[in-house]
T-cell receptor, first 115, second 116 residues
């Protein structure tokens, strides 16, 4: 287990399609984060998991966005009825613990393009 | 709420010149501060972080940053730029509220261009 992995790396969807993005965090990491990075911008927080519990989903832009981490390891971010404004790079990060000083390790991201 | 401002969306330097990337933060509680680097089509890699120990923090690849509370700044420097330093750099702040976990708030990034 090297770092955080994400799949697919690239996804093209037609407007209205549903997509699922997968994140494999570093083994043993308690915390898992999803961020959205629009073109030319910094990443923006979407949601946070502590083990299998989703403790914060304040950054999810709409109820079309849904995330889960059922067994406290792999996480999936699902976007229903995709819109053009959903086009972005979706980054997953994990950290060993809970605290602000803990380093978040990022995956390579999934670039989503909605046509 | 916390925020980060990175001055300059693009910074150009010559190879061998000093690199200075500026970051100012806003936080109502003592922050933790991070610098990440992003190469094209890759995720973010941690360069260094400030966690309230030494105010001068040394990171990888010869980078360092100094936490200045009075100026609410955490500027990133490197004495001599290499071509391989060309990338986008993000400053981020993290605070741990009473809920016991924290998330990162990023600046908009600074693209570093290095010319021969």
């Amino acid at each position: 287990g090297a770092g955080v992995s994400q799949s697919p790396r690239y996804k093209v969807a037609k407007r209205g399609q549903d997509v699922a993005l997968r994140c494999d965090p570093i083994s043993g990491h308690v915390s898992l984060f999803w961020y959205q990075q629009a073109l030319g911008q910094g990443p923006e927080f979407l949601t946070y998991f502590q083990n299998e519990a989703q403790l914060d989903k304040s950054g999810l832009p709409s109820d079309r966005f849904f995330a889960e981490r059922p067994e406290g390891s792999v996480s999936t971010l699902k976007i229903q009825r995709t819109q053009q404004e959903d086009s972005a790079v979706y980054l997953c990060a994990s950290s060993l613990g809970l605290f602000g000083a803990d380093t978040q390790y990022f995956g390579p991201g999934t670039r989503l393009t909605v046509l | 709420a916390q925020s980060v401002t990175q001055l300059g969306s693009h910074v150009s330097v010559s190879e061998g010149a000093l690199v200075l990337l500026r970051c100012n933060y806003s936080s109502s509680v003592p922050p933790y501060l991070f610098w990440y680097v992003q190469y094209p089509n890759q995720g973010l890699q941690l360069l260094l972080k400030y966690t309230s120990a030494a105010t001068l923090v040394k990171g990888i690849n010869g980078f360092e940053a100094e936490f200045k509370k009075s100026e609410t700044s955490f500027h990133l420097t490197k004495p001599s730029a290499h071509m391989s330093d060309a990338a986008e750099y993000f400053c981020a702040v993290s605070v741990t509220p009473n809920s016991g976990y924290s998330t990162l708030t990023f600046g908009k990034g600074t693209m570093l261009l290095v010319s021969p």
